[in-house]
């Protein structure tokens, strides 16, 4: 069985700065990737950034980053120049092995809200 | 390009009801996944298509839950004898066998509220 933890339900975080939104996760299967994803007040998610299980280098897109830690079973995100608009619910999620049908697992989520 | 849909985004029926969702995916894409996502948790996996085929169900998805990809496109789920639990944000994603990490798209949702 796989399990994302996201220990911050809530983050504050002053515009312009950077934040790091934490991630954990358990599986058993060799290969798997994780993802996370936005969710704005309207409800829609939001791909942000992928990590494959294999990926030796971390991911990067745009403004976010992801530090992959596979020692530590950590994936988390780092949004750098915050800005008011990346106020939201953060997922993390894990999905299962393509073969296996790919089907996520997601964390609880954390709420970011940024300062001005 | 279009993204995925669904249909309708809110929805209010009382308990005991049925009804549907409707979901129109990527058009290129051949998974289409349902998830339910309760007030302040992270969405949950209910089901999945391979094109036409349903090849896993999970168990949340009760007998009163029904999920159909009939040409391989849309999808649609249909709760029967609605109950006030049902209330949820019911999500639809989909994906592509072919792109290396398949990555799931989502659409906007649609919210059921059952009185």
Redesign the interface.
């Given at each position: 069985a796989q399990k994302?933890t996201q220990t911050q339900p809530g983050m504050f975080v002053q515009e312009k700065e950077a934040v790091t939104l934490d991630c954990t996760y358990d599986t058993s299967d060799p290969s798997y990737?994780l993802?996370w994803?936005k969710q704005p007040s309207?409800?829609?998610?939001?791909?942000l950034i992928?990590q494959?299980s294999y990926d030796q280098q971390n991911a990067t897109e745009g403004r976010y980053s992801l530090n992959f830690q596979k020692a530590r079973k950590s994936a988390n995100l780092v949004i750098s120049a915050s800005q008011l608009g990346d106020s939201a619910m953060y997922?993390c999620?894990m999905?299962r092995p393509?073969n296996a049908?790919?089907?996520?697992?997601?964390?609880?989520?954390t709420r970011l809200m940024v300062k001005p | 390009d279009t993204g995925v849909s669904q249909n309708p985004r809110h929805k209010i029926t009382k308990r005991g009801q049925n009804v549907t969702f409707r979901c129109d995916p990527i058009s290129e894409h051949n998974?289409l996944?349902w998830?339910r996502q309760t007030l302040?948790?992270?969405?949950?996996?209910l089901t999945?298509f391979q094109n036409e085929a349903q090849?896993?169900k999970s168990r949340l998805l009760s007998d009163r839950f029904s999920a159909e990809r009939p040409k391989g496109s849309f999808s649609t789920l249909e709760i029967q004898r609605t109950e006030q639990g049902d209330s949820a944000?019911y999500?639809c994603?989909s994906?592509w066998?072919g792109s290396?990490?398949?990555?799931?798209?989502?659409?906007?949702?649609t919210?059921l509220l059952v009185l």
């Open positions: 994302i990737g993802f994803y309207s409800g829609e998610m939001i791909f992928y494959g997922f999620a999905s393509k049908g790919n089907m996520l697992t997601f964390g609880g989520g | 998974r996944y998830y302040g948790q992270g969405p949950e996996f999945y090849l896993e944000m999500l994603a994906s066998t290396p990490q398949e990555t799931q798209y989502f659409g906007p949702g919210r």
